[in-house]
């Protein structure tokens, strides 16, 4: 047990030095949503934990409902702070390894250090197994997720006792039976925003999500990035000069790729649901981009620049063969007509436009494509 404790945090320690991919909040290394790691990890015959933070008082790095998974090999993905918490999760995580019933730990952590945060507060993390018995309902909760549509995650724990299920819009459930009573908790609960601890029952709405890819790392994509949080978008910065995208200039952003942008393609994920701002630091890059995000389903596409120059960009594009369908789908100039001139007034004026279309009743690229083809 020591031996494979002290590869553990050796192998914690790696996963969150290692690589050009920083994420602060959720997916720590690896660019797969934590259900269809899950999903994979159960699917090559693996078994490990998930642990969850269900309850927090006081200042804590993470909020309620941050995940991360702990592998029988012993590694890590997705985080629920960093530090001493998240080594102290994996070691419990590697205690309780195949024994098949779920534990709440609690962690105080004054003076504590969560990547450079001093934090003061309590934090209760639930370690439950994850085995093949409940493939069918991770894969449901990944398909849930990645569609965008709504549910409740179902933890029922204590001693001699574990159960998860599913609640979908539809009120079907996948996983352990739920009825009587606590089906119709679960229902009252299917549109809340956070998630409800109350005895041994955790439960956890799926989080909608709007994830925002920022192409560029300029200044006017750092204000972007800092209004389209607020404004609840899940940003992604990429830019391919580690110089530029960094976590000291973007402290809000979810996730940063330091990687050239063509490559950075390989490892996103497009459902029609995406946002993309494309603000490079040049004309040859945005071009780039603009091609191959063309490619792609998204929600919403903008483009920083001068008429002059996004003609000359669409028209490069159509001369490759895109059509105008497709092109007319871009919103260039971006943002809406604020008169902005800096950097700051930029973004908001982009970042209203997000809002505009996230609000409205606006169909996916990927739906107008259809609709004309």
């Known amino acids: 047990m020591r031996g494979a404790a002290r590869y553990l945090l050796r192998q914690w320690s790696k996963n969150r030095g290692a690589g050009n991919y920083i994420n602060a909040h959720a997916l720590g290394g690896n660019r797969m949503d934590l259900y269809e790691h899950i999903c994979r990890h159960l699917e090559e015959g693996q078994k490990g934990i998930l642990a969850t933070v269900a309850r927090t008082e006081g200042s804590t790095p993470r909020n309620v409902g941050a995940k ?215 004309h040859e890059t945005d071009a780039q981009v603009l091609e191959e995000v063309l490619k792609k389903p998204t929600k919403y596409v903008g483009m920083i620049g001068s008429k002059k120059k996004i003609k000359a960009i669409l028209d490069r594009l159509r001369q490759k063969g895109i059509g105008d369908a497709v092109i007319k789908q871009v919103h260039a100039p971006i943002g809406i007509p604020i008169h902005a001139e800096t950097p700051q007034e930029i973004a908001i004026s982009i970042a209203a436009q997000l809002v505009t279309i996230r609000n409205g009743p606006t169909v996916s690229r990927e739906k107008s494509m259809m609709m004309v083809g």
């Open 68 to 282: 991360m998974f702990v592998g029988e090999d012993g590694k890590t993905f997705g985080s629920i702070g960093g530090g001493r918490l998240e080594s102290d999760a994996c070691l419990r995580a590697l205690e309780v390894m195949g024994k098949g019933w779920a534990t709440l730990f609690s962690r105080r952590m004054d003076g504590m250090k969560m990547e450079e945060t001093v934090c003061g507060g309590q934090v209760e993390v639930l370690l439950e197994p994850v085995t093949a018995r409940h493939l069918d309902l991770y894969r449901k909760i990944d398909m849930l997720t990645k569609e965008g549509k709504k549910g409740l995650v179902v933890t029922k724990f204590g001693e001699n006792i574990f159960a998860k299920s599913v609640l979908a819009e539809d009120m079907s459930v996948t996983g352990d039976v739920l009825h009587g009573p606590i089906l119709d908790w679960c229902r009252n609960l299917l549109y809340e925003k956070r998630p409800v601890l109350i005895g041994g029952v955790l439960a956890e709405p799926l989080p909608e999500s709007f994830p925002l890819y920022l192409f560029g790392a300029g200044h006017v994509a750092q204000f972007v990035s800092k209004t389209a949080k607020i404004a609840g978008f899940d940003v992604t910065v990429i830019d391919d000069r580690v110089e530029f995208a960094n976590r000291e200039r973007f402290p809000d952003a979810d996730v940063i790729i330091t990687e050239e942008f063509r490559e950075a393609f390989k490892g996103l994920r497009f459902t029609g649901n995406e946002y993309v701002v494309v603000v490079t630091r040049s």
